[in-house]
């Protein structure tokens, strides 16, 4: 496993912004925002900040930058980021701004950063820390792990966040801001776990290795683990998981993580299930070379899972949660499952299989049907499922799948708070005809027309009852171009939104 992360002290500080001591200090500001009340920024910057924006070089447009030198100030360097117009804004811009800010010190050589909230967000003190803590985190993130060529790669060691003006003398709540720091910590660590592990090469990251880096983690973040080898997967007759397996030399695995509060109610009980295939080639539906590479992130899912109960565990969310993480390579060996093959899942049901590169869709029927089992209640499970979903939605927003719709929506929600876009997709059983078998229960395909919709229908088969989501992420797991805000690669998406709806408990416990 090789480093794409590390994770600076981050700490807050009540120094005026000229007495911070930094390489950068980075102040994300609004389109209009002239500055006014830091009379001396202006000065120490010797008015490049006026006159770059009287001409028009800095806009303050969202994430763009402009750095300037500053004279008689601890901090050397100043950089602006903009945060677009204050009709726009929503707190994600923040985080936004902050994981800019990390990326333009470390592409510098730059290593100690200080972030200082302007009061005119209307982001309160503790919010403000979390975010410019998450994004600051997320920013010292670097997939080119494996390059020995390169100079060696800068990152950050220290990251100062001012959240209170300090002349003006506004007195903000310390605790608090303590508090929302300890978050944006934690939420920043998870996002960096899951995409460390969606980075791994598919050769390094087999399922075995897979379940004993998700079991190791998973324990030092005291969660509870059981981690399933393919004996107790047979016992369990998980035919849909070991029928993908089938065409590997390496073997399945399943790994289940609990986490339980002292003192939480016995329901309800969050189950989070992820897609954990290490790679997939398609099978013996092999798929076309071109871009087949980008398979060894098909455990995005899994690892967004791992990345959240490691969040939940740490930050104490008050509500009882079970993961099921399905593990298996796709791979087109001898004994590999073949279209027409018949599978019987753990809960019976039989399906055929007339696409082999259809495998999501069966490793996860067999789990979710497992965290029923387990006792969940509410289940979300998280996948990159279809090529379909990024046809629809694109590249930025995971499609969200499920029922009832006030489970959907609390989803979505979390999702908007997590800085992690989604959007509803239906799922009438309209489309089930799509899948039907001549030969068994249904199939495992439904052909392209509503692809990602039938891929969520055929989960849906195995979840019973329950509230269900569904997050297809073939889209957002994986980045392919840098913006200011986002390196490209493993982007963690779904860790912090799981997070959130887990730390959000009590608002859904009641109601869904
Ligand atoms: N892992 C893929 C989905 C995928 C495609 C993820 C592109 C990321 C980018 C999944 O296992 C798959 O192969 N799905 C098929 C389903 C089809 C055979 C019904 C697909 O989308 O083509
Ligand atoms: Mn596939
Ligand atoms: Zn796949």
Known sequence: MQIVHQTPSVDLTTS???????????????????????????????????AARGRGEFKGKPYELFLTTLR??????????????????????????????ALAARGR????IAIVHRPDTGVGAELAAQLFAEGAIIGNYDGASYRTTDPPRVWLASVAIAVADSAAGSAIDSAAAERGLERGRVLGESTNVARELANEPGNSLTPRVFADRAAALAKAAGLGVDVFDEKKIADLKMGLLLGVARGSSEPPR????????????KGPVLGLIGKGITFDTGGISIKPAENMDKMKDDMSGGAAVLGAMIAISRLKAPVRCVAVIPMSENMPGG????????????????????????EGRLVLGDAVWYARQ?????????????????????????????????????????????????????????????????????????????GAITGALFIKEFIGELPWVHMDIAGTAWAED?????????TGVAVRTLAELALDAASWTSRT
């Open 16 to 50: 005026s912004p000229r007495d911070i001591a930094a390489d950068l200090l980075v102040i994300p500001i609004f389109d209009t925002d002239a500055l006014a009340d830091l009379p001396d920024l202006l000065k120490a910057a010797d008015g490049e900040i006026d």
């Open 72 to 101: 008689g100030w601890q901090a050397r360097r100043v950089a602006l980021v903009g945060l677009g117009p204050k009709k726009d804004f929503s707190p994600d811009r923040l985080r936004r701004a902050a994981i800019t800010g």
């Open 109 to 112: 050589g730059m290593t100690r």
């Open 254 to 265: 399943l790994v289940v993580l609990t986490h339980e509060p002292k003192g939480a109610p």
């Open 335 to 358: 004994r590999a499952v073949k279209p027409g093959d018949v599978l019987t899942s753990a809960e019976g049901k039989t399906v055929e299989i007339l696409n082999t590169d259809a």
């Open 374 to 450: 387990l006792g969940a209640t509410h289940l979300v499970d998280v996948a990159t499922l279809t090529g379909a979903c990024v046809v629809a939605l694109g590249k930025t927003t995971t499609g969200l799948f499920g029922t009832p719709d006030t489970w959907v929506e609390q989803v979505r929600k979390a999702s908007d708070r997590a800085g992690d876009r989604s959007w509803p997709m239906p799922v009438w059983d309209d489309y089930k005809e799509l899948f039907k078998s001549e030969i068994a229960d249904f199939g495992n395909t439904g052909g392209r027309a509503g």
């Open 482 to 490: 840098a913006k200011p805000y986002q390196p490209k690669g493993a």
